[in-house]
């Protein structure tokens, strides 16, 4: 059974940093993408960042580029989301989200449809 554990999240002031952490295990090959999206409260999901696990190639929101660096570790099968220069529109349930199959295109996959696993999300607080 897969299963995706968010960590790292917390409550930082406006300009500070996190990194998330996205562990996968339940299947022995590599994830083919991994993403991170977002939910603020009275808000609908959004996209952050997402990479592609063989080539890590990488794709960005425009609200992450710049500040947001999406990476990958083969040894401990995870995934992470180092968040700079962050502000209050920020703040949101952060979750990763994983695909096995392979996904055309350039870019790895930038919509939450074409992710099949969730992880519960771990929550993100920027203070003024």
């Known amino acids: 059974q897969v299963q995706l554990v968010e960590s790292g999240g917390g409550l930082v002031q406006a300009g500070g940093s996190l990194r998330l952490s996205c562990a996968a295990s339940?299947?022995?090959?590599?994830?083919?993408?991994v993403g991170w999206f977002r939910q603020a409260p009275g808000k609908e999901r959004e996209f952050v960042a997402s990479?592609?696990?063989?080539?890590?190639?990488?794709r960005y929101a425009d609200a992450a580029k710049g500040r947001f660096t999406i990476s990958r570790d083969n040894a401990k099968n995870t995934v992470y989301l180092q968040m700079n220069s962050l502000n209050p529109e920020d703040t949101a349930v952060h979750y990763c989200?994983?695909?096995?199959?392979?996904?055309?295109?350039?870019?790895?996959?930038?919509?939450?449809?074409?992710?099949?696993?969730w992880g519960r999300g771990t929550q993100v607080t920027v203070s003024s």
């Open positions: 989200a994983a695909r096995w199959s392979a996904w055309p295109g350039q870019a790895p996959p930038g919509a939450g449809y074409q992710y099949d696993y």
């Open positions: 990479i592609r696990w063989s080539d890590s190639a990488t």
């Open positions: 339940g299947r022995t090959s590599r994830p083919y993408a």
